[in-house]
């Protein structure tokens, strides 16, 4: 459904100029949840702000259900984008409005009747789950609350395309997930493509389908969430897995481990689908005479399933070392040597 091709955007002229964007050819399909993240400057926000037409490609085109953004203008740009909606990370509510009175703002200005408007308002009200609080002011409102005004806001008009600009950065944790489970229940009761932006992989694990990882204006990976957790390519997109499976307190782990028993072999595990509950651990302790100490574990389940990643400190005899890892990749476990000394 959404089209895009050769897209560059460059800002500025001659030598001096920036390629925001840099040669991005991507398709994403009716009724996904789309994820592209990278760290400030990579062009994540440029990209989506071509899908709705704020920019205009340099070069390229996009297109969304059959519609060339990039090349219309005026009254059939306006309605184009009425069908591509977006939420912010700041959540662009007007202040002087109530919670009722900003979801019915786009219904206003799209000239349909006040009686229809009150109603679609009542129905994207319940939906957002802000049932009871419709004559609030955003200031009387939590940011989770204020993001869930932002959504109701951005269906007003039966978009086909969600943006979700940075969409739970302001937000704490809790909060995060409640409106991440808003948006997947969104995505399966409507049938709604979501594109979402983002810089944590956080977000990405939890309700995307695909991920698209942006460095220097070009998408440098792109894969189902699972595959890209399993099995990243690029150093980039290993930082961002690294997030997740391997958290601050790991790395402390491993760093003292290494003081503490310099010798030995530091090996991750990689489990996958039904192979995270076989009893693998156990059984490399039978078979070989190696000390085994557990650093880190840790399942993390993704919309295409669930995989889990387990840090061994390995120390003995090296032969025995050796034929111990290969037993576990005959297991089928992917196993990856942090460190031998
Ligand atoms: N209107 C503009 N004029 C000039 N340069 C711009 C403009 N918009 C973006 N850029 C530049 O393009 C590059 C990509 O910016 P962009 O905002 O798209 O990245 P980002 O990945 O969204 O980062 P952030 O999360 O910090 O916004 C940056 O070097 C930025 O300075």
Known sequence: MIHLTDITKRFG???DSISAVDNVTLEIAD???????GYSGAGKSTLIRLLNGLEMPTSGHVTIGGRKISAIKGKELREARQKVSMIFQHFNLLWSRTVKENIMFPLEIAGVRKADRERKAAELIDL???SGRENAYPSELSGGQKQRVGIARALANDPEVLLCDEATSALDPETTDS???LLTEINERLGLTIVLITHEMHVIR???HRVAVMEAGKVVEIGDVLKVFQEPQESITKRFVSQITEPVEAKQAIEHLKEEIPSGTLIKLVFVGERTEQPVL???IREFTIDVNIVQGNITHTHGGAYGTLILQLVGDAEVIG??????NEKDVRTEVISNV
């Open 206 to 208: 939890k309700i995307c």
């Open 323 to 328: 034929k111990a890892i290969q037993y576990l």
């Open 31 to 37: 009724g996904e949840i789309f994820g592209i993240i």
């Open 179 to 181: 409106i991440l489970n």
């Open 13 to 15: 002229e001659g030598p």
């Open 282 to 284: 156990a059984s490399l």
């Open 128 to 130: 957002v789950g802000l």
